[in-house]
């Protein structure tokens, strides 16, 4: 089972360009979640999904767009990147079935770079 | 609104110390505290949390916390580190009213042999 994968593992991109970052998921969980890591800021909540078919906005959504076509995947979109986006990115999903929405199943993390 | 705030950046102890790592929070409300732990290179896992009951949460590798009601407190505990405790670790918050979990800003704990 391999839980939570995100492509690419790394990804240096110019300014303006535009970005997807994937996050599959195998657990069947109905929700998922995208994260953004800094130093010395923890983990901010990009985007979330309760459930395939819908998505929601968290503390830092400006600049990013998410879909929830099904329940496995969960993209992550910079239309513009800019530098202020480099960063760490995390994907996460959880479950009522799996210890609800308080335990939360993390990706191995997509490290960008925006130039 | 519900806040935590993890006051060390970084603890520095040696192998078979004792640590403790901070965690305050700020809410109006009744809450839920939990303690994830990111090793290098990978995402975070839970390593325990609070709901309610007992105010003292065993959480796996050794690790435990207890909720502090008064001081708005839910420091992180292990009686004695072992070098593979090297990581960081983020105290997490939801209200009871709420539906996402808030991070800290994370601890990094660092063994010296």
């Known amino acids: 089972i391999a839980g939570i994968t995100q492509a690419p593992t790394s990804q240096i991109l110019a300014a303006g360009r535009r970005m997807t970052l994937r996050c599959t998921q195998d657990?069947?969980?109905?929700?998922m979640y995208w994260y953004r890591q800094d130093l010395g800021l923890g983990l901010r909540l990009i985007h979330y999904s309760n459930t395939a078919g819908t998505t929601g906005k968290g503390e830092v959504p400006d600049g990013y767009s998410v879909s929830r076509a099904n329940t496995d995947d969960f993209p992550l979109t910079l239309a513009s990147a800019v530098p202020s986006q480099t960063s760490v990115y995390f994907c996460?999903?959880?479950?009522?079935?799996?210890?609800?929405?308080?335990?939360?199943?993390f990706g191995p993390g997509t490290r960008l770079t925006v130039l | 609104a519900q806040s935590v705030t993890q006051l060390d950046s970084q603890v520095p102890v040696f192998e078979e110390a004792p640590v403790e790592l901070r965690c305050n929070y700020s809410?109006?409300?009744?809450?839920?505290l939990f303690w994830y732990v990111q090793y290098p290179n990978q995402g975070l896992q839970l390593l325990l949390k609070y709901l309610s009951g007992s105010t003292l949460v065993k959480g796996i590798n050794g690790f435990e916390a207890e909720f502090n009601k008064s001081q708005t407190s839910f420091p992180l505990r292990k009686p004695s580190v072992h070098i593979s405790d090297t990581a960081e670790y983020f105290c997490a918050v939801r209200e009871s009213s709420a539906s996402k979990i808030i991070f800290g800003s994370g601890t990094r704990l660092s063994i010296r042999p």
């Open positions: 809410s109006s409300v009744s809450v839920y």
């Open positions: 657990m069947r969980h109905n929700a």
């Open positions: 996460a999903s959880s479950d009522a079935a799996s210890g609800g929405p308080d335990t939360q199943y």
